[in-house]
């Protein structure tokens, strides 16, 4: 598997831990979201991603759980179809994959390294971390809200980044 492969998966997969939504709240009750949010210090959430292809007759189908530990861990177990796991934690991410002729796959790579990646990522964590200035830091932020469920619309600061 291609960093790249485990990147995109990684990230597909993590936003079972933010959920999205359709109409505009206001600034008071973004801060007071971010505010929720700081206070938890480990999320679990379960996923399941499908990958569709015209090469393919069905999609293929994983499955695990995603992690995220204040203030920078965050991490993606795949469990169905093999086990492996992606990681960041700090400005490192790893990826460790199933067994191959009895040798467990292991790379790592810097975060510093993937400079799409490593916005993303610290989108994520500001967000999950409840760092409502980290966040608007690197991005023009928007919350939107339907009954209990929210979402945010994330516009890069940064050109290379939109």
Same mark, same amino acid.
């Given at each position: 598997?291609?960093?790249? @492969?485990?990147? $995109?998966?990684?990230?597909?997969?993590?936003?079972?831990?933010?959920?999205?939504?359709?109409?505009?709240? @206001?600034?008071?009750?973004?801060?007071? /979201?971010?505010?929720?949010?700081?206070?938890? $210090?480990?999320?679990?959430?379960?996923?399941?991603?499908?990958?569709?292809?015209? +090469? +393919?007759?069905?999609?293929?189908?994983?499955?695990?759980?995603?992690?995220?530990?204040?203030?920078?861990?965050?991490?993606? $177990?795949?469990?169905?179809?093999?086990?492996?796991?992606?990681?960041?934690?700090?400005?490192?991410?790893?990826?460790?994959?199933?067994?191959?002729? &009895?040798?467990?796959?292991?790379?790592?790579?810097? +975060?510093?390294?993937?400079?799409?990646?490593?916005? /993303?990522?610290?989108?994520?964590?500001?967000?999950? &971390?409840?760092?409502?200035?980290?966040?608007?830091?690197?991005?023009?932020?928007?919350?939107?809200?339907? &009954?209990?469920?929210?979402?945010?619309?994330?516009?890069?600061?940064?050109?290379?980044? $939109?």
């Amino acid at each position: 598997m291609t960093h790249c @492969n485990a990147r $995109r998966r990684f990230l597909i997969a993590i936003g079972a831990l933010v959920c999205v939504a359709p109409a505009r709240a @206001n600034d008071d009750e973004l801060t007071r /979201l971010f505010a929720e949010l700081g206070t938890r $210090r480990e999320r679990h959430a379960r996923f399941v991603e499908r990958k569709f292809s015209a +090469l +393919l007759k069905a999609p293929i189908e994983s499955s695990g759980t995603m992690v995220f530990r204040s203030p920078d861990v965050l991490e993606r $177990r795949t469990i169905e179809p093999q086990r492996e796991s992606v990681r960041i934690q700090g400005g490192v991410v790893t990826y460790e994959g199933a067994a191959v002729r &009895g040798q467990t796959q292991k790379r790592s790579f810097a +975060l510093a390294d993937a400079p799409l990646l490593a916005a /993303l990522v610290e989108s994520l964590r500001a967000t999950l &971390g409840g760092n409502l200035v980290e966040l608007r830091h690197h991005y023009n932020v928007a919350q939107t809200r339907a &009954g209990q469920t929210w979402g945010l619309t994330l516009v890069p600061r940064e050109r290379a980044l $939109r």
